[in-house]
């Protein structure tokens, strides 16, 4: 191994996105986030998430002191849909986040 070998990173760029999900509320709960997340149901072979209106927003909602977070927790190499991508454009950088394994501690420092 090298010395500029980052183990941590290395390890989390691993990770699949369900568990990243869990680590992220984990976090913003710890940090005084309230956090929002729909839990899909399996209806046969798929799985449905019960909404109404657009198809394509984020996984979480975070909201504290005045600021609310919409932010898509992808696995490291996940990709956007297009509905996804519709829904980051309608809310815009400020607002918007799409955190993967690989930028854990810019997550963190954001949420703290």
Not at 37 to 63: E, F, M, Q
Not at 76 to 99: M, N, Y
């Amino acid at each position: 191994m090298t010395a500029d070998f980052d183990l941590e990173a290395y390890a989390d760029s691993k990770k699949g996105e369900a568990a990243f999900q869990m680590e992220v509320i984990k976090e913003a709960h710890r940090c005084g986030w309230l956090v929002e997340h729909y839990r899909p149901s399996k209806v046969g072979t798929r799985y449905i998430t019960h909404i109404l209106g657009d198809s394509g927003g984020t996984d979480l909602k975070l909201a504290r002191a005045g600021m609310v977070l919409f932010v898509e927790v992808k696995a490291q190499r996940g990709v956007l849909s297009p509905e996804q991508i519709a829904w980051r454009d309608a809310i815009g950088a400020k607002h918007w986040r799409c955190w993967r394994p690989s930028n854990k501690r810019a997550a963190w420092e954001e949420l703290a």
